[in-house]
């Protein structure tokens, strides 16, 4: 009876053992990975034309030269990054909402903030050939962000507001024309994770929804970069919508950031209102 006693004792303590080290490689497991970036201490400051005072899209267009859009033109401005002034501008259409522009193939796609998409040949550079896209987003959505998966083939759709508190990232398949909902980044699931990495800034965090301003794709790993003015966030979660990095951005350098875009060779642009644009070169 001694010997089922303590044999049953030594099998609880077991089992005990085992509960905690499951618990214990479940917690680290959570990594806030860091980022090939200073974002303390950008390689370059451009401080943009007045018309990009109210910038807030953002995405490389050829070697040297960036597209920006304005929450308030339907108008592309092509920004030379050497001459450091607009070298093009684009009207596409009427004044309106407009959140996001992203170079695709040959085509620069313009986002407004229903969701709705304008879209036109890069070399055409002229409304007469805008085509429009009815995306058909459920509900009621802010939509903020715009950027482009290659594996995918599918143009990214992050949202601003919607229903409740959660930020879903929709896919636009661009060979059939289809919607299909993506990654959800949940404003607990970002807490619990930042409270696990003891992330910098998470307590102020818990007072303030974040919520998308832009997003792009990393050339090189293919992880979404996401971009919050609200919550002052760079979010970094891969295809599969698993969390990676939560970084805080410092309000003083980025006063309200709204653009975010990738050259090829991985260097990083952000764009803020007020009209300046930041770049951050790739850390080897």
Same mark, same amino acid.
């Given at each position: 009876?001694?010997?089922?006693?303590?044999? *049953? $004792?030594?099998?609880?303590?077991?089992?005990? *053992? $085992?509960?905690?080290? +499951?618990?214990?490689?479940?917690?680290?497991?959570?990594?806030?990975?860091? &980022?090939? %970036?200073?974002?303390?201490?950008?390689?370059?400051?451009?401080?943009?034309?007045?018309?990009?005072? !109210?910038?807030?899209?953002?995405? %490389?267009?050829?070697?040297?030269?960036?597209? $920006?859009?304005?929450?308030?033109?339907?108008?592309?401005?092509?920004?030379?990054?050497? +001459?450091?002034?607009?070298?093009? #501008?684009?009207?596409?259409?009427?004044?309106?909402?407009?959140?996001?522009?992203?170079?695709?193939? !040959? =085509?620069?796609?313009?986002?407004?903030?229903?969701?709705?998409?304008?879209? /036109?040949?890069?070399?055409?550079?002229?409304?007469? %050939?805008?085509?429009?896209?009815?995306?058909?987003?459920?509900?009621? @959505?802010?939509?903020?962000?715009?950027?482009?998966?290659?594996?995918?083939?599918?143009?990214?759709?992050?949202?601003?507001?919607?229903?409740?508190?959660?930020?879903?990232?929709?896919?636009?398949?661009?060979?059939?024309?289809?919607?299909?909902?993506?990654?959800? &980044?949940?404003?607990?699931?970002?807490?619990? /994770? =930042?409270?696990?990495?003891?992330?910098?800034?998470?307590? #102020?965090?818990?007072?303030?929804?974040? +919520?998308?301003?832009?997003?792009?794709?990393?050339?090189?790993?293919?992880? %979404?970069?996401?971009? *919050?003015? @609200?919550?002052?966030?760079?979010?970094?979660? @891969?295809?599969?919508?698993?969390?990676?990095?939560?970084?805080?951005?410092?309000?003083?350098? /980025?006063?309200?950031?709204?653009?975010? $875009? /990738?050259?090829?060779?991985?260097?990083?642009?952000?764009?803020?209102?007020?009209?300046?644009?930041?770049?951050? @070169?790739?850390?080897?």
């Amino acid at each position: 009876m001694k010997q089922q006693i303590l044999y *049953a $004792c030594l099998l609880i303590a077991v089992l005990g *053992a $085992c509960q905690s080290k +499951k618990q214990e490689d479940k917690t680290a497991q959570v990594i806030n990975q860091a &980022i090939p %970036y200073d974002l303390s201490k950008p390689d370059q400051r451009d401080d943009l034309p007045r018309d990009l005072r !109210e910038i807030s899209g953002l995405s %490389y267009f050829k070697p040297g030269m960036l597209a $920006c859009i304005q929450d308030e033109l339907a108008v592309v401005f092509l920004y030379d990054l050497k +001459k450091k002034k607009v070298a093009e #501008e684009v009207v596409f259409g009427s004044k309106g909402d407009y959140e996001g522009v992203e170079y695709v193939n !040959e =085509e620069l796609f313009a986002l407004r903030s229903d969701g709705e998409i304008y879209h /036109f040949p890069a070399q055409s550079m002229g409304s007469k %050939y805008v085509a429009h896209i009815k995306v058909g987003l459920p509900g009621k @959505n802010d939509v903020e962000g715009l950027g482009y998966d290659p594996k995918l083939n599918a143009l990214l759709l992050a949202v601003k507001d919607g229903k409740g508190s959660d930020k879903p990232i929709y896919y636009y398949d661009l060979k059939h024309g289809t919607l299909f909902q993506g990654p959800v &980044i949940k404003q607990d699931e970002l807490k619990a /994770f =930042e409270k696990a990495t003891n992330t910098e800034g998470a307590k #102020e965090h818990a007072d303030h929804e974040v +919520k998308p301003a832009g997003i792009a794709v990393h050339p090189k790993s293919g992880d %979404y970069y996401v971009v *919050a003015s @609200n919550g002052h966030r760079l979010l970094v979660l @891969n295809r599969k919508g698993k969390m990676l990095s939560s970084v805080p951005l410092d309000p003083g350098l /980025f006063k309200q950031p709204e653009g975010i $875009c /990738f050259a090829p060779d991985g260097t990083l642009y952000i764009a803020s209102e007020g009209g300046y644009l930041l770049t951050f @070169n790739m850390i080897p």
